[in-house]
């Protein structure tokens, strides 16, 4: 069974950075698209940043664009992601999901990633 975990979320003051960490486990995770998620309080959850299993490709969102940074390190089965510049309004809740296959596109529907952690808060407050 595979097991996605994040951690890495706290309060930080806007301008600040954080990286959030994925830790798999019960599987490769170099053969699982990852994907980065944020939902913001009262709104849906969406995507803001993935990461292919073929050729590490990367997408973000326009929000997540320049700031944040996605990376994998497969020999420790561990995903991150890097915010930078953080901003009020990426208060809320991360999540990170796996996809499984060899897959070029991660920019794919949420429900197509079928593992998911249960997500770090992140607050970001002056």
């Known amino acids: 069974q595979v097991q996605v975990v994040e951690s890495g979320g706290g309060l930080v003051q806007p301008g600040g950075s954080l990286t959030l960490t994925c830790a798999a486990s019960g599987a490769r995770l170099d053969n699982f698209n990852i994907g980065w998620f944020h939902q913001a309080p009262g709104k849906e959850r969406e995507r803001i940043s993935c990461?292919?299993?073929?050729?590490?490709?990367?997408w973000y969102s326009d929000s997540a664009k320049n700031r944040f940074t996605i990376s994998r390190a497969n020999a420790k089965n561990t995903a991150y992601l890097q915010m930078d510049n953080l901003k009020l309004e990426d208060t809320g809740v991360y999540y990170c999901?796996?996809?499984?296959?060899?897959?070029?596109?991660?920019?794919?529907?949420?429900?197509?990633?079928?593992?998911w952690g249960q997500g770090t808060q992140v607050t970001v407050s002056s």
């Open positions: 999901a796996a996809r499984a296959g060899v897959l070029t596109d991660c920019a794919v529907k949420e429900y197509l990633y079928g593992y």
């Open positions: 990461i292919s299993s073929t050729d590490d490709r990367t």
